[in-house]
């Protein structure tokens, strides 16, 4: 049951990020315009919702769920000190609340995210069955030069024998 609120939960976090870089690439001007009224340069409008989206995609997929988790985790946190900082005021407060509830989600995603319905899983999964593989085939390897080993010894043994029942004169 666990693995599948984590899975929801993945995607529920995924979708924020994902919705928002959506906005953020079509109203480029108008991101851009809030970007600057904070003090930040100019320009930064596709570049943070190509982030977002691009993380969100990745964690809702499950690839580098551990990774995507922890910058976003970053990138909301430093949100709240560029865009919610005014705590007086209960809509910034309230803003910087969800942004740090987010931000604990994604922090409980870094620990928890790699479940079974991900890439990361199913990458993991395969690794271990190509190295149980590996295993296997080594020990048939080292099983079958035991064999022939024992054999030539066995072989080496049975020359020896051979020339022994011989009769001295036909040696």
Known sequence: MSMIAVFIGRLFISLIFIVSGINKLIHVNDTNAMITATGLPAGLAIPVGLFELIAGVCIALGIAVRLWSILL??????????FH??????????????NLAIAGGLLALFGYGHTRWSYDALRQRRRDELATRDAQLRAT???????????RAEAAVGETVVVEK????RR
């Open 141 to 151: 390897e080292a099983e079958v030069r035991a064999a022939r080993a024992e054999g």
């Open 85 to 98: 900082r005014e705590f007086t005021d209960p809509v910034q407060a309230m803003a910087a609340m969800k």
């Open 73 to 82: 985790a970053g990138f909301v946190l430093a949100t709240i000190l560029f």
């Open 166 to 169: 011989r009769p001295f004169w």
